[in-house]
Nanobody, 124 residues
């Protein structure tokens, strides 16, 4: 069993940065690929970024490439999402998710574990 808890969200001006964290419980966390998704009001949840269990593979949505960076520290059971050059359209609740296969995380279908989410609000 893995539990995921997000933190680091908040209110920031356009152009600013936030570092989101996804802290996991469970000794098997290092066996899971982890991703970040977001859901804006009135919109469907969308994929943002994913990282393989080893950290050797990363994937990004086109909308965040060059601005967001996903990383993980398996010793701390934590995955990070560094968000830079934030735009108002990045405003959403950000969720982390875990699955044993990276392609499952990227697809968003068949995710094993979801966190509760952290709100990111970018003002113009």
């Amino acid at each position: 069993q893995v539990q995921l808890v997000e933190s680091g969200g908040g209110l920031v001006q356009a152009g600013g940065s936030l570092r989101l964290s996804c802290a996991a419980s469970g000794r098997t966390f290092r066996n899971y690929a982890v991703g970040w998704f977001r859901q804006a009001p009135g919109k469907e949840r969308e994929f943002v970024a994913a990282i393989s269990w080893s950290g050797g593979g990363t994937y990004y949505a086109d909308s965040v490439k060059g601005r967001f960076t996903i990383s993980r520290d398996n010793a701390k059971n934590t995955v990070y999402l560094q968000t830079n050059s934030l735009k108002p359209e990045d405003t959403a609740v950000y969720y982390c998710a875990a699955a044993t296969a990276i392609r499952t995380v990227v697809s968003g279908t068949g995710i094993d574990y979801w966190g509760q989410g952290t709100q990111v609000t970018v003002s113009s």
